[in-house]
């Protein structure tokens, strides 16, 4: 299975809902880009362990991690229901553990000896051009949660932009007919 390492970029507000963020993730390479959407708990917990590391490094996610092994990595391996699928697991696969995207994030940035990866045809899928001086980043319907999804829709109803509702309603009814089988 061919896998690409990701890497942090930035995090940024999401413009019209105070409590969502989204996570920017690139290859190594910054050629590529995928975003996260997280809440408002994790945006907190990211950029205090990115202005203040000090501060954080007694706090319980830092000290575990001290006492962890270095031989673990994380690895994105597919996305249900707008949430990505992230195992944490040890190199040789005897134990792991299925995480949030965005708190596999977080472990990544307290620790920067536990990689993050993403099966690399996911990434194909899911990724986008990364510009650096992009102002904004396309979020893929796929990795919005339902309430996201349906909120998405109300406003390009509002807005008039039809083609876009009409791919976010396929979307809504992918997932229905998921939920039937």
């Known amino acids: 299975m061919k896998r690409t390492r990701l890497r942090y970029e930035n995090i940024q507000q999401i413009v019209g809902a105070d409590n969502l963020a989204v996570i920017l993730l690139t290859d190594e390479e910054r050629q590529r880009a995928l975003s996260v959407v997280c809440d408002e708990a994790m945006t907190r917990q990211i950029v205090m362990r990115l202005q203040s590391p000090d501060f954080c490094r007694t706090l319980l996610p830092e000290a575990l991690l001290q006492m962890m092994p270095d031989n673990y990595e994380m690895t ?106």
């Not at 299925?98 to 990724?127: F, G, H, T």
């Open 76 to 181: 994105v391996y597919g996305i249900h229901d707008g949430q990505y699928q992230v195992v944490l697991a040890d190199r040789n696969y005897e134990r792991s553990v299925r995480l949030r995207m965005s708190d596999a994030v977080l472990l990544m940035l307290i620790n920067k000896d536990i990689p993050l990866y993403i099966e690399e045809n996911l990434m194909q899928r899911q990724c986008v051009t990364f510009h650096p001086e992009a102002k904004g980043i396309a979020i893929p319907i796929n990795s919005m949660d339902s309430q996201r999804l349906n909120m998405a829709l109300q406003h390009a109803i509002e807005e008039e932009n039809y083609e876009l509702a009409s791919h976010l309603r396929d979307e809504i009814n992918r997932r229905k007919g998921e939920k039937n089988c």
